[in-house]
């Protein structure tokens, strides 16, 4: 568990000095960084104690209601209180109730990295924002903005972009299963590429009986800028127009943004929402997605919520890691991270990280021996975190976005206003469990 210190600088203080604060007996030494000024504040994301003995067996609560837990090496238990379900998801293909499947997609060309097996940070963000109440107040919104639209509509239809596992899509159905009161039918398409697809289905299968009225689909798909189909399937699936787009932590290849942007234009119309969970990583090029989606059809981009966490970053996308921004600039070097223990901030832990990288990209073939040795043994600051130190990294990383037509009305619960930094009502340390 991490909890969260807020630390107003004194006004005899400034860029350089150390302030020392008292907490559950330890002092911490939390340096100011440079930019700061008398009465900024200092906020410092302190996880456990020591290295987790093990994840396994161990429940993490995502929110007042939403817990994960890894059963075995391979499986994982979701519990959604607010939606009364538990899921049952693998990271690995258990039997053979995919061969057939798998078979098939085997003949198709795809680039199969991997990533698909495993719930990521961001995804389980977007499962937990899926079963709070203003989560499922804005699935009730759409619903009902789709109705209202149009009188005609016998379904509402949503497509997951990079489905993996299945674990925000079928997260989503229980959601949509538990807060629907319309007439339409429900239906839901996952995707994602054809090797994804056996672990996919397999999952699917695993839950689908408790997920009803939601018709769920699983299909193979590729990002392309121009339109194209693989199967009979996916060219079912260009003739759909759809009310909500889901996707989940889908910029960590920057190169496939323009691809990604073009196949949610082709799913969408001027009524589509988009819910995003991003992790950022390059947001110079991160945000191009946001521009273009924007520029089309007039759309806006909605703060939802940032993570699974209280670490909430409240700096809209145009400001997120924008060198030019003052907000951007004061919010990396002000918050911080205890990395085993000792305070650092945003800025230094990713400044080290892109140095490291720099310098095994450009100087390792001039590296000796020795030194090469020398910086295995080492560990990078990301590397030296203990569990719940690199959640709270994570978590500064990820935001909740929701992109929408001004012509259509939904209920999102808070607004980024309401997680603006709070103004201290003392000088004194705040801790928060």
Request: aromatic residues 4%; negative net charge.
């Given at each position: 568990m991490t909890r969260t210190i807020q630390v107003q600088i004194p006004e005899n203080a400034e860029a350089g000095d150390v302030l020392t604060v008292c907490?559950?007996?330890?002092?911490?030494?939390?340096?100011?960084?440079?930019?700061?000024?008398?009465?900024?504040?200092?906020e410092l994301h302190v996880g456990g104690r020591g290295e987790a003995a093990a994840n396994i067996g161990k429940e993490v609560e995502l929110n007042n209601a939403t817990q994960i837990q890894q059963v075995d090496d391979t499986t994982y238990q979701v519990t959604l209180t607010n939606s009364n379900k538990t899921l049952k998801l693998s990271t690995?293909?258990?039997?053979?109730?995919?061969?057939?499947?798998?078979?098939?997609?085997?003949?198709?060309?795809?680039?199969d990295d991997g990533t698909y097996a495993y719930p990521w940070p961001a995804g389980i963000a977007m499962v937990q924002y899926l079963d709070t109440f203003q989560g499922q107040a804005l699935l009730q919104s759409l619903y009902k903005n789709s109705e209202e639209k149009n009188k005609d509509e016998t379904s509402f239809r949503v497509?997951?972009?990079?489905?993996?596992?299945?674990?925000?899509?079928?997260?989503?159905?229980?959601?949509?299963?538990?807060?629907?009161?319309?007439?339409s039918a429900l239906k839901i398409v996952l995707?994602?590429?054809?090797?994804?697809?056996?672990?996919?289905?397999?999952?699917v299968t695993w839950n689908r009986s408790q997920l009803a009225p939601v018709e769920i689909e699983t299909v193979p798909l590729f990002w392309t800028t121009v339109e194209s189909t693989h199967d009979h399937k996916e060219a079912l699936l260009h003739q759909e127009k759809y009310h909500l787009i889901v996707a989940s932590d889908v910029l960590y290849n920057p190169e496939s943004i323009p691809a990604l942007v073009a196949t949610i234009q082709r799913y969408s119309n001027v009524s589509t929402c988009l819910l995003l969970s991003v992790r950022w990583r390059k947001p110079e090029l991160e945000r191009s997605l946001f521009r273009a989606l924007e520029e089309w059809h007039g759309n806006r981009w909605k703060l939802l919520s940032s993570s699974s966490s209280k670490n909430h970053c409240p700096l809209l996308w145009q400001a997120y890691g924008n060198p030019q921004s003052d907000e951007s600039n004061r919010?990396?070097?002000?918050?911080?991270?205890?990395?085993?223990?000792?305070?650092?901030s945003l800025a230094t832990i990713l400044m080290e990280e892109q140095e490291e990288r720099s310098s095994h990209d450009s100087d390792e073939g001039k590296k000796s021996d020795k030194v090469l040795k020398q910086n295995l043994r080492d560990k990078s600051l990301v590397e030296a975190?203990?569990?719940d130190e690199a959640k709270a990294f994570e978590d500064c990383h990820i935001q909740l976005y929701l992109l929408s037509n001004p012509s259509v009305v939904l209920d999102t619960g808070?607004?980024?206003?309401?997680?603006?930094k709070k103004e201290p009502s003392s000088k004194r340390c705040r801790t928060d469990d």
């Open positions: 907490l559950e007996g330890n002092e911490l030494d939390i340096p100011i960084p440079p930019g700061s000024s008398p009465g900024d504040i200092l690995t293909v258990k039997n053979s109730e995919s061969q057939d499947t798998t078979a098939e997609l085997a003949n198709q060309d795809t680039i497509l997951e972009l990079g489905s993996g596992m299945g674990l925000v899509g079928l997260s989503l159905a229980a959601s949509m299963s538990s807060c629907y009161s319309g007439t995707s994602d590429v054809p090797g994804a697809l056996p672990l996919l289905q397999q999952n919010y990396f070097h002000q918050t911080m991270i205890s990395v085993q223990g000792r305070p650092m975190m203990n569990d808070k607004s980024e206003e309401d997680f603006e």
